[in-house]
């Protein structure tokens, strides 16, 4: 069977790939154990993600990590989630810099424990000047919290006096969402076999290619990742045109 990896066209890859990591419980559950031994497998699936996207030159890659209706979970899987998360933000520090990969986070981090968002800054602040790929975690996550956020600061600004209501345009939401500077994500990839979205930045993939696979996240490794890009690759992404405009 040819390899996987070059069956990907360089000059094609998406600048910026999200990634729904689903299925660590029922993963966890297959193997008769409890769910923080799948999250905590998770982590190698990261590690796999993030290495092949940056190897074929991908820009962006943003994980959904956390979102803010986790908190409703089990406090006992919550809690060792935060511990894993701080656990991991130490170990992988060094790893991300041996590859040139800045770390940065989106989501309402302030209101993370205490432990979880000084290990989170310090993460960011120890590779900030990586240049090689951006890993944007999504902790503490909800695209509606982000677009309600987005509103009330653009409301601000315009009671300010700062902008006109007839001012605001699609790119002036865009820059007021906590992914403003990053590109919107070119492909979309859910495991574990759900098909939904899940408040998952909802605004940014309004023209994005989906991908689900039934692969549980922590079985993911880069020959999936490279299987979804070889899908998206041989789609046509048309934007509300049709094939014969985009030949033009």
Do not use: C
């Not at 999200?18 to 998770?42: E, L, Y």
């Amino acid at each position: 069977m040819m390899d996987l990896k070059s069956q990907i066209n360089i000059e094609k890859l998406p600048r910026h790939i999200a990634i729904i990591m689903d299925g660590n419980g029922r993963w966890a559950k297959q193997h008769g154990k409890p769910r923080v031994f799948g999250h905590r497998n998770g982590v190698i699936a990261v590690r796999e993600a993030t290495e092949a996207a940056a190897e074929l030159g991908v820009e962006f890659l943003t994980l959904y990590a956390f979102s803010t209706e986790n908190w409703n979970r089990p406090k006992l899987e919550v809690n060792a989630l935060m511990r894993l998360l701080v656990e991991t933000l130490h170990k992988e520090v060094e790893t991300l810099n041996k590859n040139d990969i800045r770390l940065q986070a989106i989501g309402d981090i302030r209101n993370l424990p205490e432990r979880t968002y000084q290990a989170l800054l310090q993460g960011i602040e120890r590779t900030k000047n990586n240049s090689r790929m951006t890993l944007v975690l999504a902790l503490n996550y909800s695209s509606r919290w982000e677009v309600v956020e987005a509103s009330r600061s653009l409301a601000r600004q315009v009671l300010a006096g700062e902008i006109r209501p007839e001012e605001i345009s699609e790119q002036m939401f865009s820059d007021a969402l906590t992914t403003g500077g990053i590109p919107d994500p070119e492909l979309l990839i859910r495991t574990s076999g759900e098909n939904r979205i899940s408040n998952f930045l909802l605004w940014q993939i309004a023209y994005s290619e989906l991908y689900f696979t039934p692969v549980f996240w922590p079985d993911f490794r880069k020959e999936h990742l490279y299987q979804a890009i070889i899908d998206f690759q041989q789609r046509e992404r048309r934007f509300g045109k049709i094939s014969e405009q985009l030949v033009q």
